[in-house]
């Protein structure tokens, strides 16, 4: 049924230099279980990247293309592809534990619990994979195609479909809890803080409801689709957006934090990175953004050779996203300056996973590669 291929990184004549040395990783390092590494989308790792230098480790190649970013925890790395197969690999190696066949393409990235692994397909499923056996625990059909990646709070677990709902289901039973009907298509992803939900809709609004009821708090209309996911800190939410611009608003209030919102020359479905003092993002026009938290005014920028779609992480000072140039670029974060890449056969679309020091991203070429 499948034929997953585990290629482990072979020495080169190209590679003479020495290994950088290991860094200590944190005492409270945290596995990155879900699509952007946290409740909140801030994709903030806690383990430390190498500054200098990008190494391979090993690769796994599926039947077809990856468009999901990978999630890790207890041990294994999931992912789904364009063979609709969904894949359970070890962290340390890629070998192949188990596969989980769906209907459809795969690009909903996965989150992972203490019992269960959640994900969605273009079959119009959600799936709850058992991930120590591989079985499946339970579905739940929607009415299009899921592409939105799942967030947890409590007992629930959220997500949205094309069907034009965002979704709450009892993580342990499937059996919908609520939904919320929006006016398009859900492509965004989930951010959860003190109780409430966001998440953008390609009907042009942004969406704040209260987690528990479904009941809306407040919405934002922005001149385009939102496919972009929001990500929360210091009390702001933000969010890239179809019509060229990235927003900052009061997340209590849904009021404007910036003067004005920061526009690109294209749009922006890359999800940002927040730290304390900077936005991080990349746009379809091909460049990579940094912004000032306070006041939304550009701090620097870097130009890759192809769109951005990737999303990206922060870890040890070093911003990392891909390009469909088909490079994984580590940035400086202060200056955006090169630190290193790593360049795929094809595009990095997907966003990278980090944890214990190893970035973990997908590419079109149909790899998964642990990078350190």
């Given at each position: 049924?499948?034929?997953?291929?585990?290629?482990?990184?072979?020495?080169?004549?190209?590679?003479?230099?020495?290994?950088?040395?290991?860094?200590?990783?944190?005492?409270?390092?945290?596995?990155?279980?879900?699509?952007?590494?946290?409740?909140?989308?801030?994709?903030?790792?806690?383990?430390?990247?190498?500054?200098?230098?990008?190494?391979?480790?090993?690769?796994?190649?599926?039947?077809?293309?990856?468009?999901?970013?990978?999630?890790?925890?207890?041990?294994?790395?999931?992912?789904?592809?364009?063979?609709?197969?969904?894949?359970?690999?070890?962290?340390?190696?890629?070998?192949?534990?188990?596969?989980?066949?769906?209907?459809?393409?795969?690009?909903?990235?996965?989150?992972?619990?203490?019992?269960?692994?959640?994900?969605?397909?273009?079959?119009?499923?959600?799936?709850?994979?058992?991930?120590?056996?591989?079985?499946?625990?339970?579905?739940?059909?929607?009415?299009?195609?899921?592409?939105?990646?799942?967030?947890?709070?409590?007992?629930?677990?959220?997500?949205?479909?094309?069907?034009?709902?965002?979704?709450?289901?009892?993580?342990?039973?499937?059996?919908?809890?609520?939904?919320?009907?929006?006016?398009?298509?859900?492509?965004?992803?989930?951010?959860?803080?003190?109780?409430?939900?966001?998440?953008?809709?390609?009907?042009?609004?942004?969406?704040?409801?209260?987690?528990?009821?479904?009941?809306?708090?407040?919405?934002?209309?922005?001149?385009?689709?939102?496919?972009?996911?929001?990500?929360?800190?210091?009390?702001?939410?933000?969010?890239?957006?179809?019509?060229?611009?990235?927003?900052?608003l009061d997340f209590k209030t849904g009021e404007s934090v910036w003067s004005k919102p920061f526009q690109t020359s294209a749009p922006i479905n890359s999800s940002p990175a927040v730290d304390n003092e900077r936005v991080y993002f990349g746009s379809y026009d091909y460049r990579f953004y940094a912004l000032n938290i306070k006041t939304g005014e550009k701090e620097w920028e870097f130009t890759t050779q192809q769109v951005i779609h990737s999303s990206p992480a922060l870890s040890n000072g070093i911003i990392i996203f891909g390009s469909d140039d088909n490079n994984l670029y580590g940035l400086d974060a202060v200056t955006g300056e090169?630190?290193?890449?790593?360049?795929?056969?094809?595009?990095?679309?997907?966003?990278?996973?980090?944890?214990?020091?190893?970035?973990?991203?997908?590419?079109?070429?149909?790899?998964?590669?642990?990078?350190?």
């Open positions: 049924m499948f034929a997953c291929n585990n290629e482990e990184a072979k020495p080169t004549t190209e590679n003479k230099e020495a290994a950088p040395k290991e860094i200590k990783q944190p005492e409270n390092s945290k596995p990155w279980i879900k699509f952007r590494g946290n409740t909140q989308n801030t994709g903030i790792a806690t383990s430390y990247v190498q500054k200098e230098k990008s190494e391979l480790l090993w690769k796994v190649k599926a039947n077809a293309r990856i468009s999901t970013s990978p999630s890790v925890g207890y041990g294994i790395v999931f992912f789904g592809a364009a063979d609709s197969i969904f894949y359970a690999v070890k962290v340390e190696n890629g070998e192949i534990i188990w596969e989980f066949p769906t209907g459809g393409d795969i690009r909903s990235n996965p989150y992972i619990d203490e019992e269960n692994v959640y994900f969605g397909s273009s079959d119009g499923t959600f799936y709850a994979v058992n991930w120590k056996s591989g079985k499946e625990a339970w579905t739940f059909k929607t009415g299009d195609i899921i592409m939105s990646s799942p967030n947890m709070l409590g007992e629930n677990i959220y997500f949205g479909s094309y069907d034009g709902n965002f979704y709450c289901l009892n993580k342990s039973t499937g059996k919908k809890v609520w939904s919320y009907k929006t006016g398009d298509a859900i492509y965004s992803s989930a951010a959860i803080y003190d109780g409430k939900i966001a998440f953008g809709s390609m009907d042009h609004s942004l969406y704040v409801l209260d987690a528990n009821t479904g009941d809306l708090a407040w919405k934002f209309e922005a001149k385009d689709g939102i496919g972009s996911s929001p990500a929360i800190a210091n009390g702001q939410i933000y969010f890239g957006c179809d019509d060229h611009a990235m927003y900052a090169e630190a290193w890449h790593y360049t795929a056969i094809d595009r990095v679309h997907t966003s990278p996973a980090i944890f214990e020091g190893k970035m973990f991203i997908a590419s079109y070429d149909g790899h998964l590669y642990c990078i350190k």
